[in-house]
């Protein structure tokens, strides 16, 4: 059965929706002004916005999955074994990738069990071997995922829709990486690729290192306190 056109704005509706509420409850601003109304409750703030995220994401996901439409094109052969073997190593490499992230406050329990209220701590500038290729290396790793599955038009819709947001949401994190790191992120960013790594854009082993040495150093000289005179 063929999508409807009705069908196809709801979709895009509703992964609109998610996606302004993502960006918001993401957004410093919203942050801040939380912090500020319940400075009892911030420490909260991350481990709720993943969670809220989820539960945001079940209404699209069940209108993808429960109006699909017709199908539009399907791995088979030889195609099906490259493609499912694409997206098991980007399944691999977000399971091998989380040892360089601090997990426990990616998903927010670190701060909660702390009673951590800062909500504006970027915590120091991690450059994974993944981020020497490319600067979000899970929304490339997410994308490959989404881009080698079989594909009807309710699929398509939405993996059209989390492709444009991933891409969008990827520069509204980079304007909060610049603020918290400064020049050191925004040469990070002029050397190494966005989302698909690119030729002449890859950073060296020691040149990652490097970068973070000097993020180091910069968050140490912000802390510094400054002489009495």
Same mark, same amino acid.
């Given at each position: 059965?063929?999508?409807? #056109?009705?069908?196809?704005?709801? $979709?895009?509706?509703?992964?609109?929706?998610? *996606?302004?509420?993502?960006?918001?409850? #993401?957004?410093?601003?919203?942050?801040?002004?939380?912090?500020?109304?319940?400075?009892?409750?911030?420490?909260?703030?991350?481990?709720?916005?993943?969670?809220?995220a989820?539960?945001?994401?079940?209404?699209p996901?069940?209108?993808?999955?429960?109006?699909?439409?017709?199908l +539009?094109?399907?791995?088979?052969?030889?195609?099906?074994?490259?493609?499912? /073997?694409?997206?098991? *190593? #980007?399944?691999?490499?977000?399971?091998?990738?989380? %040892?360089?992230?601090?997990?426990?406050?990616?998903?927010?329990?670190?701060?909660?069990?702390?009673?951590?209220?800062?909500?504006?701590?970027?915590? %120091?500038?991690? +450059?994974s071997?993944?981020?020497?290729?490319?600067?979000?290396?899970?929304?490339?790793?997410?994308?490959?995922?989404?881009?080698?599955?079989?594909?009807?038009?309710?699929?398509?819709?939405?993996?059209?829709?989390?492709?444009?947001?991933?891409?969008? /949401?990827?520069?509204?994190?980079?304007?909060?990486?610049?603020?918290?790191?400064?020049?050191?992120?925004?040469?990070?960013?002029?050397?190494?690729? /966005?989302?698909v790594?690119?030729?002449?854009?890859? $950073?060296?082993?020691?040149?990652?290192?490097?970068?973070?040495?000097?993020?180091?150093? #910069?968050?140490?000289?912000?802390?510094?306190?400054?002489?009495? /005179?």
């Amino acid at each position: 059965m063929t999508l409807s #056109a009705i069908q196809v704005v709801l $979709l895009v509706l509703a992964w609109s929706a998610y *996606a302004v509420l993502h960006s918001a409850l #993401a957004s410093l601003t919203v942050r801040r002004w939380v912090a500020a109304r319940w400075p009892h409750r911030a420490h909260g703030y991350r481990l709720g916005f993943n969670l809220l995220a989820v539960v945001l994401l079940l209404p699209p996901l069940w209108l993808t999955f429960d109006w699909r439409g017709a199908l +539009l094109w399907s791995w088979s052969g030889p195609w099906a074994w490259v493609a499912n /073997g694409l997206a098991l *190593a #980007a399944v691999a490499g977000f399971v091998w990738s989380t %040892r360089y992230y601090d997990m426990a406050e990616f998903s927010g329990g670190a701060q909660w069990r702390k009673t951590h209220r800062a909500v504006e701590d970027p915590g %120091r500038l991690r +450059l994974s071997p993944l981020h020497r290729y490319v600067r979000h290396p899970w929304y490339s790793l997410g994308l490959v995922i989404l881009w080698t599955r079989d594909m009807d038009e309710a699929r398509l819709v939405s993996t059209l829709c989390i492709t444009l947001y991933l891409w969008l /949401g990827s520069l509204l994190e980079e304007r909060k990486l610049l603020a918290f790191h400064g020049a050191v992120y925004a040469d990070y960013r002029r050397r190494v690729a /966005g989302l698909v790594p690119w030729p002449g854009h890859i $950073l060296r082993r020691e040149e990652a290192r490097a970068l973070e040495a000097r993020a180091r150093t #910069a968050a140490a000289a912000e802390v510094q306190p400054r002489p009495r /005179g």
